[in-house]
């Protein structure tokens, strides 16, 4: 009798919780993803702008600023998120960013395995 033993990748996806079926779309970016999220240096963030700035409904960086159509929930870890803006002449643009969290959802990474990596500011209060 000749048993098969299964490996698990090291890639592999958390678990999912019962019912969670990926990808799939939302509204609103999730809780796990909001806040203002910057590389983290002896200021911890104070005085100065975040790279990226996630809310609910809006989605805020150096270079633009725009308003959540919706989300593409790609795993628990993984975002791809559909904005609508306006640049700096008033034209409108459509634009979809993708982020992943990593470290136990401690740290943010665009979808490039070798993009920036981002922690959580502090909040300010």
Do not use: M
């Amino acid at each position: 009798s000749g048993g098969r033993i299964l490996r698990a990748s090291r890639d592999a996806a958390p678990p999912q919780a019962p019912g969670e079926h990926y990808p799939r779309y939302v509204s609103t970016i999730p809780v796990a993803f909001r806040g203002a999220w910057d590389e983290i240096i002896s200021d911890r963030c104070y005085g100065r702008e975040a790279r990226y700035s996630l809310t609910a409904t809006t989605f805020n960086n150096f270079e633009v600023a725009g308003d959540v159509e919706r989300v593409k929930l790609v795993s628990p870890t993984q975002i791809e998120i559909s904005i609508t803006g306006y640049d700096e002449d008033k034209n409108q643009f459509n634009s979809t960013v993708g982020f992943r969290l990593l470290d136990n959802v401690k740290t943010l990474a665009g979808e490039a395995a070798d993009s920036n990596l981002y922690r959580k500011c502090p909040s300010a209060a």
